[in-house]
């Protein structure tokens, strides 16, 4: 999975965003604190599991296997037992 950071000043703004940005812009203001909105919290989140994902050299998948099951989809040569697969379901959501 491929998770692209965006940072919290580089999302695009809607045409509301941009009216306020643009009167904000006139105004002037003496204070220096910041305070993070939800979404930059979530962003810098994102980033550090972005991070996290890139770091770790080991990975649980494998890509062999997939690369198997996908062409075996293709290829229509798979047969699910969907009775099994409903059963196995609720075996192991009613642990």
């Known amino acids: ?5 965006t940072l919290p000043g580089n ?9 306020r940005s643009d009167k904000s812009s006139v105004q002037t203001s003496t204070s220096n604190t910041t305070t993070l909105s939800a979404d930059d919290i979530t962003q810098a989140g994102l980033q550090t599991a972005q991070q996290t994902l890139n770091s770790d050299p080991q990975s649980d998948v494998d890509y062999d296997k997939v ?3 996908q062409a075996m989809l293709a290829a229509g040569d ?18």
Do not use: E, N
């Not at 999975?1 to 950071?5: E, G, H, L, R």
């Not at 999302?11 to 009216?19: E, G, N, V």
């Open 78 to 95: 798979m047969q699910v037992d969907t009775q099994q697969l409903a059963g196995d379901m609720l075996s192991f959501f009613q642990k």
């Open 11 to 19: 999302r695009p703004a809607s045409t509301a965003d941009q009216a």
């Open 1 to 5: 999975m491929k998770i692209t950071p």
């Open 67 to 69: 690369a198997q099951m």
